[in-house]
């Protein structure tokens, strides 16, 4: 529990990352080869993701939905495309009780399969569209290596499923899922992100495009943190999935799928934190302020408690008895976003110290003053805080390269992302691969080229896209 | 969606329970062998469950936590009497990708084994006792029937899970979380509960003992509705869950566990329905309210809607363009508590119309009342009165037997719950079976036996038993 623990982002970042995990009690590595356990600090903050999420979710409408688990392998089989995507991730159920099933079935890697099925089922005129659900569920995919949060083989996500009537109206949903994954980022995750166009290669299977949000770790490393794909009749003529549509026409649905996964907690963990551990952004903190008395206080203590209580501010009193350098020093580790010290000598002097867990700066206030009051406002600044910390930190680990040269040098001095003119050619994107295993990130739609030249090949280059060294 | 599609409960009670399914579009079988679709008006029903079962086991120090859907079979098997009870339910995972397992993986079909697993490595001392610990998750059992809600291979369901330092602690918690079941059905389902003890036939596998909630359906049938179980040291000593207690000694915790499921949305369906369809108690009703307006009074309808919707109450305005008459009946067969009908004519004489869901009863208002006041109390009132309905009509259907006679008589007229003494011989137990398959549901504890003699073997008998058939 104590710093000492910590290793410094300097010396290992990797080793930091474990460190602040097993510090702050998120996820336990389980005796399940490749399967974590989110412990009740980490599970918590899941849960706050959920609720605000699933809210901006029911706000444009959408509805939660539960299908099963299992997928009948000549169900998933029927989109060619979605099937040698997930082909080498899936795990498969083959027994049930004492008997061999005369299918296999997989464990959903995904749902898309089971969502065509549905709407097969439950859509027969453009009266029923659009479909608009989602679901919170955990998926498999057999991952040779695990790293909390980022990668195991099974995880918690949700994944949103639309059919739609029209093209243009499926794929403007696909636009408005990935600004609300953008909003939800900035607005609950104080995190700054890119967003753009997956290249072909490095699409959904079966996608027609993916937009994508991308996320930039302190130590320069990008993570994809939100993919929202347009699908268009590709599912819906695999899957069979028609109706009628206002001209009394047979025609197929237009689809799409986005999803989030629990890989955005390892976002706040390496976009916030600091040596001294996990640093919460204060809306989804599932505790946004410790009180922690020294000496003869319980009183005061208990009058601030129930006040921010009332206040609706998450609050919690550290009553145990450890000495308050120890509470000082956990709350610190578990990221707790306001600590409130109220000390004997303190009070004598009508004095309470609220301490910043992100700058760890130190606010003395009058004891008279309106607690609750200074608590919000205090949230509020530090969640602003964080946020543009995070965007300036992002801002400037975005470099400009012309030559390969360039990008080489950047990714061995500070990497972060990196704007380079592409031809289009998945050859030359391959060719950033020998570069520390460089990937496209996305595709910049709004942006012109830097000087139209591809840095590989120098033929002409027409889009301009975003690079980088992937978690 | 039009009541003529819904048997009668007395035609055909198992035929009307699938027709409301559908009709309320609570769940659709899909092509997943044994398998339901939650959609979304079920699905929000089990969230507005989730949400507020949540809040009570939070409110007594419960954490939620995610544990891995896959056991080890070697982690599976070092209980040997929970193995025995779920081996023939268990479905296997053989492949990952393209790989055969080195070990087979069960799918969870309760996760007792990977929190003692879990338990292990995180307690040393009593002082990190008590673990409180709940997961709210999918289960698979394979089932070869399968009934919406009530049966199907995979379910959703919340597990807790803790450990103690002493028996008393763990046996407290025992009964807290059955008290806790059963305030829940009767503060937000409106379900009445019988409570008490399994036999050692029926209690679940590995347990010291079970504590049952049991709840009766319309048709005399009985639903096992949530168990609370106390494992002893049981699991402890199986899974070497050891720790240092307070005189130093290594000692095994002390465990329970304690589960409910969707099978209570089956429980709300059948003891609240009417040939109409669903009937939805207030409190977890996903909408409370719909309001349909009949004429040109789209004004006075988003009045009244924005008023309701300001004092949180669940509403929204059906402004489809079907007829009112089949807005109305829509409105019942999806259970909806309160219907508002605003008409163009009554309007003109200031009276807004009321109608209730579970009485069908008709209450004019003038528009000047205060609408929101007067839809609270409805609420209120409608919970109740469903709750003193339900529980009058199980108290009705409790019956005493003192021979087998009596027994069969019972069953074969109006089933129900049936009292009769029990000597505690299993063989005893397994006559009643004979009779339409009456199974016990629980020893009443704190009852006296009826004469002191079982029905069955004329023995002395220092128990009363409840007994019926279950689902």
Same mark, same amino acid.
């Given at each position: ?7 410094? @982002?300097?010396?290992? =970042? ?33 849960? /706050? ?23 009948? #392998? ?10 040698? &995507? ?47 659900? /989602? ?7 057999? #991952? ?20 739609? $009537? ?17 909003? =939800?980022?900035? @607005? ?16 959904? $299977?079966?996608?027609?495009?993916? !937009?994508? +949000? ?23 003529? $695999?899957?069979?999935?028609?109706? !009628? ?28 934190? *600091?040596?001294? &551990? ?38 919690? +009193? ?35 110290? !609220?301490?910043? @867990? ?20 205090? !949230? ?9 910390? $995070? ?24 990497? &972060?992302?990196?704007?380079? *003119? ?22 910049? #739609? ?26």
């Amino acid at each position: 529990m104590k710093n000492n623990k910590i290793t410094s @982002r300097a010396d290992n =970042f990797a080793k930091w990352y474990t460190d602040v995990v097993k510090s702050a009690q998120l996820a336990e590595y389980s005796s399940v080869k490749g399967c974590v356990i989110l412990e009740p600090n980490g599970y918590a903050i899941w849960e /706050n993701m959920q609720k605000n999420m699933d809210k901006l979710f029911k706000d444009c409408g959408h509805s939660n939905v539960y299908l099963p688990v299992f997928i009948p #392998e000549s169900l998933l089989q029927k989109e060619g495309e979605l099937v040698s &995507g997930f082909a080498p991730e899936v795990a498969w159920i083959t027994r049930g009780g004492s008997s061999v099933l005369e299918e296999r079935l997989a464990f959903r890697p995904t749902s898309e399969s089971l969502f065509c099925d549905y709407y097969k089922n439950k859509v027969k005129s453009y009266r029923d569209l659009p479909k608009l659900y /989602n679901q919170w569920c955990s998926v498999v995919r057999w #991952e040779k290596e695990t790293r909390p949060f980022l990668r195991s083989r099974e995880f918690l996500w949700q994944e949103g499923h639309t059919a739609h $009537a029209t093209a243009k109206e499926a794929q403007e949903e696909t636009q408005r899922m990935l600004d609300v994954y953008k909003e =939800f980022h900035e @607005r609950f995750l104080a995190i700054p992100v890119i967003t753009g166009r997956k290249t072909e290669k490095e699409k959904f $299977a079966g996608a027609e495009y993916t !937009l994508t +949000i991308e996320t930039l770790m302190q130590n320069g490393i990008c993570l994809q943190s939100g993919t929202s794909h347009y699908f268009g009749q590709k599912f819906a003529k $695999a899957y069979d999935v028609k109706f !009628l549509n206002e001209k009394n026409e047979l025609d197929y649905v237009y689809q799409t799928s986005w999803g989030t996964t629990t890989r955005m907690i390892g976002a706040v963990i390496m976009v916030h934190g *600091d040596d001294a &551990g996990l640093v919460l952004p204060p809306r989804i903190a599932p505790k946004q302020v410790v009180i922690i008395g020294i000496g003869n206080v319980s009183e005061k203590v208990n009058e601030v408690y129930n006040t921010l209580k009332e206040n609706n501010i998450s609050v919690y +009193i550290d009553d145990s008895d450890k000495t308050p350098g120890f509470k000082f020093a956990e709350a610190e580790v578990n990221g707790i976003p306001v600590r409130i010290e109220i000390g004997e000598r303190d009070l004598a002097k009508n004095i309470i110290t !609220l301490v910043r @867990r992100d700058t760890r700066e130190k606010i003395e206030i009058n004891v008279n003053e309106n607690i609750a009051e200074v608590v919000e406002k205090l !949230l509020e600044t530090i969640h602003d805080d964080m946020f543009n910390r $995070a965007k300036e930190r992002m801002e400037n680990r975005i470099y400009e390269a012309r030559t390969l040269e360039e990008v080489n040098n950047i990714i061995e001095n500070t990497p &972060g992302f990196i704007k380079a *003119d592409w031809c289009g050619k998945e050859e030359c994107e391959l060719k950033y691969k020998e570069i520390h295993g460089i990937k496209s990130r996305c595709i910049l #739609e709004n942006e012109k080229p830097l000087e139209g030249v591809c840095p590989v090949c120098g033929e002409k280059a027409d889009k301009l896209v975003m690079w980088g060294i992937q978690y």
